[in-house]
Antibody, heavy 123, light 107 residues
Framework: EVQLLESGGGLVQPGGSLRLSCAAS????????MSWVRQAPGKGLEWVSA????????YNADSVKGRFTISRDNSKNTLYLQMNSLRAEDTAVYYCAKDKTTWNDVPWSFECWGQGTLVTVSS | DIQMTQSPSSLSASVGDRVTITCQAS??????LNWYQQKPGKAPKLLIY???NLESGVPSRFSGSGSGTAFTLTISSLQPDDISTYYCQQHDNLPRTFGQGTKVEIK
């Protein structure tokens, strides 16, 4: 059974940093592209970042470019999101999500999701 | 960026009703379109991929259709368990973008 378990969320001041983790199990982690998708309170879904299975290619939404960095450690089956220069508008539940199809450089879909971790940016 | 526009934003229907949600893409995305269901407080769930392919385990009352710029999610007979918000998402281009969501309630 595929499982994705996010951690690392919390309350941080504007301008601060936070690193999210997503521990994956139940599938061959290094063959799937992975993404971070966020949802601000009461709002819709926003794709944030994606990374290929090897980790060699990364992609970011314009809203986080230069501030967020996605990475993965395939030896630990773990996905990360380093978030710097956080803003109030980054407040959201952050989900990690697995692509449906193997070997895509960029995810086509978000087949499996974690339970999410809440990031609150406030002074 | 490709804009995805869903309509309606919300709807109220009776159990057993046929429900249709539409999703319009701002440019041709072929069939690179997925649908998700999100229940309150839960993570989204993939329902339909490639515009019309039912994800494993999803009830057959759900179906998807369309190509190019116009897409439809249909629930053939609305059930109480279908109370959710539904999102479309394109994977033709980066950034991956979602529709704003359609909230489905029981009348």
């Amino acid at each position: 059974e595929v499982q994705l378990l996010e951690s690392g969320g919390g309350l941080v001041q504007p301008g601060g940093s936070l690193r999210l983790s997503c521990a994956a199990s139940g599938f061959t982690f290094n063959t799937y592209a992975m993404s971070w998708v966020r949802q601000a309170p009461g709002k819709g879904l926003e794709w944030v970042s994606a990374i290929s299975g090897s980790g060699g290619s990364t992609y970011n939404a314009d809203s986080v470019k230069g501030r967020f960095t996605i990475s993965r450690d395939n030896s630990k089956n773990t996905l990360y999101l380093q978030m710097n220069s956080l803003r109030a508008e980054d407040t959201a539940v952050y989900y990690c999500a697995k692509d449906k199809t193997t070997w895509n450089d960029v995810p086509w879909s978000f087949e499996c999701w974690g339970q999410g971790t809440l990031v609150t940016v406030s002074s | 960026d490709i804009q995805m526009t869903q309509s309606p934003s919300s709807l109220s229907a009776s159990v057993g009703d046929r429900v249709t949600i539409t999703c319009q893409a701002s440019q041709d995305i072929s069939n690179y379109l997925n649908w998700y269901q999100q229940k309150p407080g839960k993570a989204p769930k993939l329902l339909i991929y490639g515009a019309s392919n039912l994800e494993s385990g999803v009830p057959s009352r759900f179906s998807g259709s369309g190509s190019g710029t116009a897409f439809t999610l249909t629930i053939s007979s609305l059930q109480p368990d279908d109370i959710s918000t539904y999102y479309c998402q394109q994977h033709d281009n980066l950034p991956r973008t979602f529709g704003q969501g359609t909230k489905v309630e029981i009348k």
